[in-house]
T-cell receptor, first 116, second 111 residues
Framework: GAGVSQSPRYKVTKRGQDVALRCDPI?????LYWYRQALGQGPEFLTY????????KSGLPNDRFSAERPEGSISTLTIQRTEQRDSAMYRC??????????????FGQGTRLTVV | QKEVEQNSGPLSVPEGAIASLNCTYS??????FFWYRQYSGKSPELIMS????GDKEDGRFTAQLNKASQYVSLLIRDSQPSDSATYLC???????????FGGGTRLMVKP
C-alpha cells in the first residue's frame, strides 16, 4: 500500500477482554515498530521487528502484551486481559531497515484503544 | 536506559521569527537523528534527518548536530502559524535498530 495502515482505527473494549491490533507496513519495509503514545507525550517504544524476527521487546509493559510478524509483513499486537491503564493510542511505524538513511520511519494513523 | 530529552514547552514565537527547538540524548554511540512533526490528533511525520556533525538545511528548516555534546537542534526560519505543532526528536541506536523518541516540544507560532 501507499502508507502504513492500522486497524481498527478505534477500539473500545471491556476490561478483561483480549484485543488484537493490526499493522500493515509499507511494502518492502524491513523494519516494523510498535509504539504507544499517551496524550501530550512522545511515542513510547514497545517492540520492533526486522523481517519476521522480533529484535527487541524490552518496551512491552508486561507479559499481557505480545506481538508477532509471522511472514515479515503484517504485524499484530495483542493485549490480553486488558486493563484501563492500557487505554492509549497505539502507533505502528515501518522503515526500509538497517542503519543510517534507511532508518527513517513512517507512521500509521494509529489505533485508539479505550478500555472501559 | 537510552533517553532523549526535550523541553515540553510550549514554545511561543511570533510569525516570521526563528523557532529554536533543542534535544539532548544519552546514548553516546547513537548515529542517526531525526525530527518529526506531529499536528494535534495526527501521526508523526518525518521532516528532517541528520547523521553527521554540523548543519543540514532543507528550505526553512535547519538541523544541527553536535555529537560531542550529545545535542541536536532544529531551527525553523520565518515561522508560520502552520508550523504550530509538536516537534519530536528521535534517535536511532548504533546498530540501526531502535528508534527512541523524546517527549516532544509544542511550538506555537502566533500571527
Amino acid at each position: 500500500g501507499a502508507g502504513v495502515s492500522q486497524s481498527p482505527r478505534y477500539k473500545v473494549t471491556k476490561r478483561g477482554q483480549d484485543v488484537a491490533l493490526r499493522c500493515d507496513p509499507i511494502s518492502g519495509h524491513v523494519s516494523l515498530y510498535w509504539y504507544r503514545q499517551a496524550l501530550g507525550q512522545g511515542p513510547e517504544f514497545l517492540t520492533y521487528f526486522n523481517y519476521e524476527a522480533q529484535q527487541d521487546k524490552s518496551g512491552l509493559p508486561n507479559d499481557r502484551f505480545s506481538a508477532e510478524r509471522p511472514e515479515g509483513s503484517i504485524s499484530t499486537l495483542t493485549i490480553q486481559r486488558t486493563e484501563q491503564r492500557d487505554s492509549a493510542m497505539y502507533r505502528c511505524a515501518s522503515s526500509l531497515g538497517a542503519a543510517g538513511a534507511e532508518g527513517e520511519a513512517f507512521f500509521g494513523q494509529g489505533t485508539r484503544l479505550t478500555v472501559v | 536506559q537510552k533517553e532523549v530529552e526535550q523541553n515540553s514547552g510550549p514554545l511561543s514565537v511570533p510569525e516570521g521569527a526563528i523557532a529554536s527547538l533543542n534535544c539532548t540524548y544519552s546514548d553516546r554511540v547513537s548515529q542517526s537523528f531525526f525530527w518529526y512533526r506531529q499536528y494535534s490528533g495526527k501521526s508523526p511525520e518525518l521532516i528532517m534527518s541528520i547523521y553527521s556533525n554540523g548543519d543540514k538545511e532543507d528550505g526553512r528548516f535547519t538541523a544541527q548536530l553536535n555529537k560531542a555534546s550529545q545535542y541536536v537542534s532544529l531551527l525553523i526560519r520565518d515561522s508560520q502559524p502552520s508550523d504550530s505543532a509538536t516537534y519530536l526528536c528521535a534517535v536511532e541506536d548504533n546498530a540501526g535498530n531502535m528508534l527512541t523518541f523524546g517527549g516532544g516540544t509544542r511550538l506555537m507560532v502566533k500571527p
